[in-house]
């Protein structure tokens, strides 16, 4: 019980300090406070620009400074990031004419196929192998 009466007085007694404390800094400034805000206010336009001058200071970098290790890592990975998406395009695009081509042949194997099943069939003599194997040679 004693130690909350303890940190119930030790609470209160800063309290108190603080209150006191904060009176008496506000009572010294007086007029000083109006010459101190103009002189803040000076400050400010020294460390302080405009918008505009502020992004154009930024944007203009000269050409012969050297990026910083940020930038020139961001730029790398833009682009490895474009070769990567340029890479998958390409091999997509390889991929979808190596199926046209693919089908193309297909086509073409069963038409050739097709016209040399009818050629032997139109040729064949009722011997067997076919017309061409059967040729007597004079």
Known sequence: ???????????LSAAVLLTMLQE???ASVGTRQVAGQEAQEDVEQKIFM???DASNFLKRRGKRSPKSRDEA????????RADELRREYYEEQRNEF????????????E??????????????DGLYPSYLYNRHHI
């Open 111 to 124: 038409r050739s196929r097709e016209a040399i099943e009818q050629w032997r069939q139109w040729h064949y």
């Open 1 to 11: 019980m004693a130690w909350r009466q303890l940190l119930l007085a030790s609470c």
């Open 73 to 80: 890592n961001a730029e790398n990975r833009q682009k490895l």
């Open 98 to 109: 190596e199926n046209f081509v693919e089908e193309q042949n297909d086509e073409q194997e």
């Open 50 to 52: 405009q918008e505009s």
């Open 24 to 26: 008496g800094t506000g």
